[in-house]
């Protein structure tokens, strides 16, 4: 409950503006009790935006592992970006918004994991390239504009609108082909 509490805390108030007194009453802890849990706030940012992005990181790996060729990994790289983003709206907004937060190692570790994926990405824009199958010139621009479209869906989408992330996974799919100027299907 502590962590929940921390990130109803920093989606609502921001990390800044969230005190462990804060945590600790949305946890219903007494301040000592949230300090039993965690050494501090940096603390509980740090272990949120692991665990998030080991879930992301996780997801994204079957995704890509189990398609079959490099139009399947791009499509099914696409499609478990926006589903996270979308399922998972809290944890990828405060790891867009909060990451800047982390210190020291933290900070080292997600940027590099985040930096990880885009490579990996990119790198299958590079593969449809050199399979012909993708006209982009720009591999490097195209899969971080792809990304960036992914991620963004954290500031818009909400769970009680009109459309479901299924629907806007397929849309974001279509787009991203585009951005990458799909040619022909294998």
Known sequence: MPLQAALDAFMEIGYHGATMRDIARRAGLSVPGIYHHYASKQDMLETILDASMDDLIWRYEAAITEAPDTYSRFTNAVECMVLFHTWRRDWGFLGRSEQRSLEGEAAVRAHERRIATERSL???????????????????????????????????FRSDGQDRPEEIARQYVDLALRMVEHTSTP
């Open 122 to 156: 990119i790198g299958i824009v590079e593969d449809g390239r050199t399979e012909g199958i993708f006209a982009t010139k720009q591999a490097r621009v195209s899969g971080r504009a792809v990304i960036m479209m992914c991620v963004g869906t954290v500031y818009w």
